[in-house]
T-cell receptor, first 113, second 109 residues
Framework: IAGITQAPTSQILAAGRRMTLRCTQD?????MYWYRQDLGLGLRLIHYSNTAGTTGKGEVPDGYSVSRANTDDFPLTLASAVPSQTSVYFCASSDHGSGSPLHFGNGTRLTVT | TQLLEQSPQFLSIQEGENLTVYCNSS?????LQWYRQEPGEGPVLLVTVVTGGEVKKLKRLTFQFGDARKDSSLHITAAQPGDTGLYLCAGYNFNKFYFGSGTKLNVKP
């Protein structure tokens, strides 16, 4: 089934550790996004990529980095995790264009202790 | 940051009642989308509105985009328990989607 695959589904991580959240899409969409979802704050954009080889900062980029080596993969790295990064992380993709819908994965629930 | 405010934040109603959810911003968006999210899953698109004043209907759901393209509403007629979920609006500008904080709807049988 076409869509977005995120891994892991959930993770408990000690503060200070490095962690990479994986995201793969098979729809050949050019744009990909990482959001975090916290209670009462909706979805906030961390980083995005309009096309392979390019990335940009969203609303809350600090403490996170991304890369887009090819069309399908868009990993999100926490270099040194902190408790405030405890959240549910969603990866999404879309075809470029203002009417194009976002297709989301099922999220990664990350707890930083 | 292009802020989108949704209201109400929570809504608990009986089956058969009508309800309206609002999404407001001081920013103009080139398009606006509504998503529904169930626990443990990612949001799923309900509708996209592009033109100011546009009204779209999806069965019992009616979506409206404000004339100035700064606000939107979602009206549900005769709500059913299957409508329970988190409803999110998202405005699109400059290659980014900005999400509202969401409205958590609970429809009791």
């Amino acid at each position: 089934i076409a869509g977005i695959t995120q891994a892991p589904t959930s993770q408990i991580l000690a503060a200070g550790r490095r962690m990479t959240l994986r995201c793969t899409q098979d729809m050949r969409h050019n744009a990909m996004y990482w959001y975090r979802q916290d209670l009462g704050l909706g979805l906030r954009l961390i980083h995005y990529s309009n096309t392979a080889g390019t990335t940009g900062k969203g609303e809350v980029p600090d403490g996170y980095s991304v890369s887009r080596a090819n069309t399908d993969d868009f990993p999100l790295t926490l270099a040194s995790a902190v408790p405030s990064q405890t959240s549910v992380y969603f990866c999404a993709s879309s075809d470029h264009g203002s009417g194009s819908p976002l297709h989301f994965g099922n999220g990664t629930r990350l707890t930083v202790t | 940051t292009q802020l989108l405010e949704q209201s109400p934040q929570f809504l608990s109603i009986q089956e058969g009642e009508n309800l309206t959810v609002y999404c407001n911003s001081s920013s103009v968006f080139s398009s606006l989308q509504w998503y529904r999210q169930e626990p443990g899953e990612g949001p799923v698109l309900l509708v996209t509105v592009v033109t100011g004043g546009e009204v779209k209907k999806l069965k019992r759901l009616t979506f409206q985009f404000g004339d100035a393209r700064k606000d939107s509403s979602l009206h549900i007629t005769a709500a059913q328990p299957g409508d329970t979920g988190l409803y999110l609006c998202a405005g699109y500008n400059f290659n980014k989607f900005y999400f509202g904080s969401g409205t958590k709807l609970n429809v009791k049988p």
